[in-house]
Every structure is written in structure tokens, then in C-alpha cells.
């Protein structure tokens, strides 16, 4: 059974940094296809970054190029979500997904509806 749980989330500043880790368990975690999404209070979830199988490619959404980087440890099984010069408009539950792609995937992942696991969660408090 394949699980993920997050970690890292708290409370900050608005430009200050936090590293969010999600961490996969039960299935070989280079297999899946990495998101991280990010839900507000009254609004939808969405994209914040994805990266493909081997790490090579990812994908941003507009507010988070520049500040945020999505990397991954296959050796650690995990994906990692550095945010920098946080704003109070980053406040959030922040949550990864993995995507058990195929061999042939070569891009990043971009729709949520794609995924296969979701984690539980974890908040990030930006405050002004």
C-alpha cells in the first residue's frame, strides 16, 4: 500500500523559507511521477510544481517560479518542496501527489486528476 506523508510545514514570516518533504512508502518510488498542490481557504486545489520520474524535468505553476524549487532523492524516497521569499498569499495546505506513470512519461505531471496517491497534508502559514 503506497503512502506518502509530508512534513515541514509551519508557521512563517512573509520572506522567509521552508522545506517541505514528503516522504513514499510501500511501492520503488522512482516509479512514480512527483506533485506537490496547494489548497487555500475558498479555493480549489492546485499546481504548484511537478518533477518527472528521474528528477530531469519540472514544471511550475506562475506563482511559484523564482521562489520555489521541486527536487527529489530517489535514494530517500523522497520529494522535497523548497519555498523561499514566502508571502502571506502562500498560505495553504500544502500536499504532494504521486503518479505511478509509465516508462515512456517524459514530462512532468501537471493534472491533479492524474494522480494516483495523495498525501494528508501538511499547512504553511505566511504571515505578514
Known amino acids: 500500500q503506497v503512502q506518502l506523508v509530508e512534513s515541514g510545514g509551519g508557521l512563517v514570516q512573509a520572506g522567509g523559507s521552508l522545506r517541505l518533504s514528503c516522504a513514499l512508502s510501500?511501492?520503488?518510488?522512482?516509479?512514480?511521477?512527483m506533485g506537490w498542490f496547494r489548497q487555500a481557504p475558498g479555493k480549489e486545489r492546485a499546481l504548484v510544481a511537478a518533477?518527472?520520474?528521474?528528477?530531469?524535468?519540472?514544471a511550475y505553476a506562475d506563482s511559484a517560479k523564482g521562489r520555489f524549487t521541486i527536487s527529489r532523492d530517489n535514494a530517500k524516497n523522497t520529494v522535497y518542496l523548497q519555498m523561499n521569499s514566502l508571502k502571506p498569499e502562500d498560505t495553504a495546505v500544502y500536499y504532494c501527489?504521486?503518479?505511478?506513470?509509465?516508462?515512456?512519461?517524459?514530462?512532468?505531471?501537471?493534472?491533479?486528476?492524474?494522480?494516483?496517491?495523495w498525501g494528508q497534508g501538511t499547512q504553511v502559514t505566511v504571515s505578514s
Open positions: 510501500g511501492h520503488t518510488f522512482s516509479s512514480f511521477a
Open positions: 501527489a504521486a503518479d505511478l506513470s509509465g516508462p515512456f512519461l517524459t514530462v512532468p505531471v501537471l493534472q491533479q486528476q492524474e494522480y494516483d496517491y
Open positions: 518533477i518527472t520520474r528521474g528528477g530531469g524535468k519540472t
